[in-house]
């Protein structure tokens, strides 16, 4: 089983940033693919971005591509994800998950997810 706990939300002013951080415990996340989702208020669950520890590849939205960044200290058994110049779009509760199961062909489809945090909110103001 795969414990996932999501810290560092907050509010912003646009233009800002924020570090998200996913601590990780228990058996089967070491390889497996890591991801940070968000949703907003009425809005269908989004993948943001995901990280594949087996080559380092990552996945971001077209959305946050040059503004945030998703990276794993393996050390710490932490996901990060530094969102920088913020908008008030990127509004919305942010989820930390992973696969479950190792294979790269796991990171794309949401379904394939097994595991979730609590989710960690996120409020940028313009």
């Known amino acids: 089983q795969v414990r996932l706990v999501e810290s560092g939300g907050g509010s912003v002013q646009a233009g800002g940033s924020l570090r998200l951080s996913c601590a990780a415990s228990?058996?089967?996340?070491?390889?497996?693919?890591m991801a940070w989702f968000r949703q907003a208020p009425e809005l269908a669950r989004e993948k943001v971005a995901h990280y594949y520890p087996g080559d380092g590849s990552t996945y971001y939205v077209d959305s946050v591509k040059g503004r945030f960044t998703i990276s794993r200290d393996n050390a710490k058994n932490t996901l990060y994800l530094q969102m920088n110049s913020l908008k008030p779009e990127d509004t919305a509760m942010y989820y930390c998950?992973?696969?479950?199961?190792?294979?790269?062909?796991?990171?794309?489809?949401?379904?394939?997810?097994?595991?979730w945090g609590q989710g960690t909110q996120v409020t940028v103001s313009s």
């Open positions: 998950a992973a696969t479950n199961g190792e294979e790269l062909w796991r990171c794309p489809g949401v379904a394939n997810y097994d595991y």
């Open positions: 228990g058996d089967g996340y070491g390889r497996a693919c």
